[in-house]
Each structure stands twice: as C-alpha cells, then as structure tokens.
C-alpha cells in the first residue's frame, strides 16, 4: 500500500490547478494519476486558441495553457503516474489503480480530489434509426484522431449537435480539406459559445441549419447519406420536412456528461442537473475529505473557470488533510429558482465562510434579454445582477461577498432569473 497526502485522480486543468495549490498550502505528498500517455487533458487535443482569457489575459492554444500549469507542476516536484487508471476508491480514500508498470496499486490517501473530466453522449443514447456504418464519430474523438493521431475522419462531412466541440470541428475539417455541409441544432440556438458561432462557422461560412435534426442514417459500409428533418419547438421532427444529404461523415457533438462512475461506485451524492458531485463551497462532497473540481464536477465552457474552481479544491484539501477544515454542522442549500437550471456549489456552509468571497457557478434554462440574477435568502434579496444577455450556453457567475452571506437566516438561498424590464 502506497501512502500520500492527497491523491489527484485526472492530470487535466483541474487536477493539475488543484494539485499545484495543495502544493502551495503546504502539502508535501501529493499523486496525480492520468490513465492517458500525458498530463494536460483535453486541452492538448484543442490545439484553437483561446484558452486563458481571463488567467493570463492572453489568447493560448490549449496545449499552450495546460503547458504553464505542467511545468509548475513539474518545478514543484509534484509526483505524477500516466498510463494509470483509477478503478476505484473507498470512502476510508483507499484508491486502486492499475498500469503495465506496478499492475494492480492501492494508494492511502488522506483527501482526494476528483477531477476525472467528462465524455461525449454518443449516437447509442440518441436512437437514430438507421444502419451503423462506418463513418459516425463523436466530435472530440474526430479532434483526437485529426489533431493529436494524424488521421483524417471524411471528405463531406455533416455535424450534429452545435456544442462548442462541434463548431470548432466544424472549422478544423475545412482548414484541412473537408467540406462541411452544416451544423444542425435541433433547437433555436446553437448549443455553444456566441463566440465559437462567429469564428468557426460565420467566418467560414458554414451553415448553422436551427430547427433541424438528422432522423435516419443511411449507409452499408461507410456513411454514404443522411435523412434531415426540420423540428418544431418541442424539438421533435416535422413529418413531410424530410430532406436528404449525401455525405460520408456524421460528427455528433450532442452534449458531455461528468465521468461520474467512481463517484457513483463510492456513493457520493450526485445533483440532477449537473450530473456530477453535490459539493459544497470547498468544493467538498458529501463524503468529508473527497473533493471535486472541473468538468467531472459541470460542465464548463471556460477553462480559466475550471482552474479557479480546482484551486479551490486543491487549497480545501490541503486545509483537510492540515485538520483547518472546520466540520460543518449545519449547512444551507442553494436552489435553482425560475429560470436556472443548475448552481454549483450547491451547499453552503457558514462556519466556513472564512473571508474571502464567494463564487457560484450556474446555468439558466432559456435565452434572455435584459434580465436580472437574483439571489433570495427566503424572501429577502441579498443581490441583483444586471444581464444584458443570457443563454444556456455560457455559464453565469455570480460573485458574493462574506458580508452578504453572513446575515443569512433560513435554510436555503435561491437564485433565479427575473425577466422584468430594468
Ligand atoms: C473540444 C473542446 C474545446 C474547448 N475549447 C475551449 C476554448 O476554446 N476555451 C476554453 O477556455 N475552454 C475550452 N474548452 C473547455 C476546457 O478544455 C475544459 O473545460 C477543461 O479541459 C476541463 O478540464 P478537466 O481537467 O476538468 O477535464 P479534462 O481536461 O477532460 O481532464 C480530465 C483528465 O482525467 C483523466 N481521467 C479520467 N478518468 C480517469 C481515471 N479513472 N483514472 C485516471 N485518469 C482519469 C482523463 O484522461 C483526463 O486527462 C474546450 C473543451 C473541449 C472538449
């Protein structure tokens, strides 16, 4: 049995922020485990740019940011394991891996942090009728195999899904050669960035084909046609709108889930909208000592937020293992009210307000224009936020300072969209 303070299970951005901040915190025994062949994640196949905005106020390509955090990593002298994948772990924080090198390895750890990721929803969960040629790919495998693999996935492609992966696919395969036929939403919008619409398809003029969606897959071998209907505003097919596409790839880019199996083996609590860890404002879940952060935790757009958030994480769990982490006795519950779909943390604890302020992530349900955020304790508001302009898309945040906190009574806090004219 190998022993360590805090054991970090993924080598992405999260781990990696949340790794080098327990470092930070005084941590001297600390394991990142990545079961790929590199640190990094899924930034080093997402050679774009526009990673680190907000951190470094600099465009970088993906690998460019995961780099920085790498080398810190590296300076710290912070132990890593690649080619190792985590099968499990208990909640006395016992952590079972496995590689070709040590085989099967258990690791002690004293606090552990989540920070696995998340995967691609595939064409199984969709049923979409038709044969199973070759030829249908999940947009961030095609990214992989394009990128990182040197393989290209088609010559006239069409992308289902408009997800940020999908747009940005959808510019790649052009710049290498392919043509793109459309990226279909079902809905009004595009399911992805404002941002990514403008520069990958506008820019290059792709269509974005709203109010679409592919019903059936035709093709004995490789893909060779797609059947396309128009939907209505239940995003269901309209019968007799049927169009067809010759083509010879279909991208989905049809949503991420949080890699949620290890939490769900170990019987943490997980939140119906985010599908990943219920955690509180340490980034705690509800097993004391077992932390999470990044998109294993929701699913982000940015990754500046997904660093911030972990090293959250990672400070909280050097707190834990320090035995500073006072024990939470009595904790108030933040609820998506009107028009939210999701907030994260989802559990607040006044004993560990400490001073600093506090962020909450979330997403809301529908597009609105010239709204409000408001924060409820009860009935009283303790904050209101402008919003020009909302979309399920982009992430909201909400920052609040300890003294709006403090004054709270009542068990719950809500946030909720007030669509009022300001
Ligand atoms: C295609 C795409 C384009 C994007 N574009 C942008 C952009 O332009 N700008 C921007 O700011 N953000 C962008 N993002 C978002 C950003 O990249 C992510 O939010 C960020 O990478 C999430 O970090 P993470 O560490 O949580 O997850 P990941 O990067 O997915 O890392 C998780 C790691 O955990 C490892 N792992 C999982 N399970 C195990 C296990 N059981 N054992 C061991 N290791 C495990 C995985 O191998 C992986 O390396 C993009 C994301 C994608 C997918």
Avoid: W
């Avoid at 690649?82 to 099967?104: F, P």
């Avoid at 024990?327 to 609820?335: C, G, L, Q």
Wanted: glycine letters at 10%; aromatic letters at 6%; hydrophobic letters at 40%.
């Amino acid at each position: 049995m190998l022993n360590y303070d805090v054991v970090v299970i993924g080598g992405g951005p999260a781990g990696l922020a949340a790794a080098i901040e327990a470092k930070k915190n005084g941590i001297e025994s600390i394991l990142v485990i990545e079961r790929d062949r590199e640190l990094g994640g899924i930034l080093q196949q997402c050679i774009h740019n526009g990673f680190g905005l907000h951190i470094f106020k600099e465009e970088l390509t993906g690998p460019e940011y995961a780099e920085r955090f790498i080398q810190e990593l590296y300076d710290l002298g912070i132990e890593y394991k690649l080619d190792t994948m985590v099968l499990d772990m208990t909640e006395d924080k016992i952590v079972t891996a496995i590689n070709t090198k040590d085989g099967l390895i258990n690791i002690q750890a004293k606090a552990i942090v989540l920070a696995m990721g998340c995967r691609e929803r595939t064409r199984g969960a969709l049923n979409i009728a038709g044969s199973r040629p070759a030829g249908v790919y999940n947009a961030g495998l095609a990214q992989r195999l394009i990128n990182m693999e040197g393989y290209m996935v088609g010559k006239k492609v069409i992308i289902l899904g408009s997800g940020d992966i999908g747009l940005i696919m959808a510019r790649r395969l052009v710049l290498e050669g392919a043509e793109v036929i459309g990226v279909l939403a079902r809905g009004g919008y595009a399911a992805g960035l404002g941002r990514n619409v403008v520069q990958c398809l506008e820019d290059y003029d792709i269509p974005l084909m709203l109010r679409h969606n592919i019903v059936k897959i035709n093709g004995k071998d490789r893909v060779e046609s797609v059947v396309v209907a128009k939907t209505d505003e239940n995003k269901m097919p309209i019968p007799g709108t049927e169009e067809t596409y010759e083509c010879d790839t279909v991208l989905m880019s049809v949503g991420l889930i949080p890699e949620n199996e290890l939490s769900n083996n170990v019987g943490i609590p997980l939140d119906r909208g985010t599908k990943g860890p219920i955690v509180n404002q340490s980034m705690e879940t509800e097993i004391s000592g077992i932390f999470a952060c990044g998109n294993v935790l929701h699913v982000h757009d940015v990754v500046d937020y997904v660093t911030q958030e972990s090293r959250r994480a990672g400070k909280a769990a050097a707190r834990y293992v320090k035995g500073e982490l006072d024990k939470v006795e009595n904790y108030i519950d933040i609820r998506p009210g009107k028009g939210i779909y999701y907030i994260v943390p989802q559990k607040l604890s006044k004993e560990r307000l400490g001073g600093e302020p506090l962020e909450f992530f979330m997403r809301v349900k529908d597009i609105y224009q010239e709204a409000q955020l408001v924060v409820k304790a009860g009935d009283k508001e303790i904050r209101k936020i402008k919003k020009k302009y909302m979309t399920p898309s982009e992430m909201q945040r909400i920052v609040l300072a300890p003294k709006m906190l403090e004054d709270i009574e009542g068990p719950t806090l809500t946030i909720e969209v007030l669509e009022e004219e300001i």
